[in-house]
């Protein structure tokens, strides 16, 4: 019985003097059967565990492989690559840093790949996260386009600021070009007796108006209409005044 008792109390001993060597390990290093076996550094990979007789052996990450922290795996990562350009190349303690080229976004949280930026002027975008990956740390977007100004309003780009699109039917007046997301109304320059106006001549050259894509259609409607008016041209309504 005495005997028993002694087995289990250096059992106990022996486990506690375990746990205190494993305790005392630093920060950069690992416990390996009882040994405090040095962890690689940024730039290195495990080559050989620590024995009783020496410590662990690292070597540097091979060309187009890296590692970023203190590490005791066997081999480092594969560098990544991306789409279309790069904004930091890879290194044996970091990965690329992608980016996306002028009129493109970027795809995911680190720009592996990239899409068409489909909003145009007079539009904001709206970023949604689709696909999120907590191992890899990977965010997928998704990317929808929007107006800035609401529906009676158009984006003046000058200014930086959305402005009312002028009522033309509400001063007695036709409406020549109903406006849109970066132009304002155009309305036919017939002033009436009782509407008195302030207004200022457009210019039959619709590269003034430098339409987005998507209002490019409505260059022609402008082009034709002033062809055919025999008054002092289509009018641009700036003020309002009445009497």
């Known amino acids: 019985m005495i005997a028993s008792s002694f087995s289990l109390a250096v059992i106990w001993v022996l486990n506690i003097g375990t746990i205190q060597h494993v305790a005392g390990c630093d920060e950069q290093q690992m416990e ?3 040994r405090c076996c040095n962890m690689c550094p940024p730039g290195e990979f495990l080559k050989e565990l620590c024995t009783e007789q020496h410590q662990t052996v690292c070597s540097p990450c091979e060309m187009g492989s890296y ?3 203190y590490n ?3 081999k480092c990562e594969e560098c990544s690559s991306c789409q279309q350009e790069y904004a930091e190349k890879c290194t044996p303690t970091a990965n690329v840093r992608c980016r996306c080229s002028s009129g493109f976004l970027c795809s995911n949280n680190v720009c592996s790949s ?9 539009e904001r975008r709206n970023r949604t996260v689709i696909d ?6 990977l965010e997928e977007y998704s990317y929808h386009c929007e107006p800035i100004c609401s ?3 158009y984006y003046e780009v000058k200014d930086n600021v959305c402005k009312p699109r002028t009522q033309c039917a509400i001063i007695g007046l036709a409406e020549l070009f109903p406006g849109n997301k970066t132009h304002n109304s155009v309305c036919d320059g017939g002033a009436s007796d009782n509407h008195p106006i302030n207004v200022v001549a457009v210019s039959a050259n619709t590269s003034e108006y430098h339409l987005s894509k ?3 259609g409505c260059q022609l409607i ?3 209409e002033s062809k055919h008016s025999d008054s002092l041209g289509h009018l641009h309504l700036e003020n309002v005044s009445a009497l």
């Open 222 to 224: 402008i082009q034709d």
């Open 32 to 34: 390996v059967e009882g």
């Open 72 to 74: 005791m795996f066997g």
């Open 151 to 153: 529906d009676n309003a």
């Open 67 to 69: 590692s970023s922290e």
């Open 132 to 137: 999120k990956s907590a191992s890899e740390g």
């Open 114 to 122: 990239c899409e068409e930026n489909k909003c145009v002027t007079g």
């Open 214 to 216: 998507e209002e490019s």
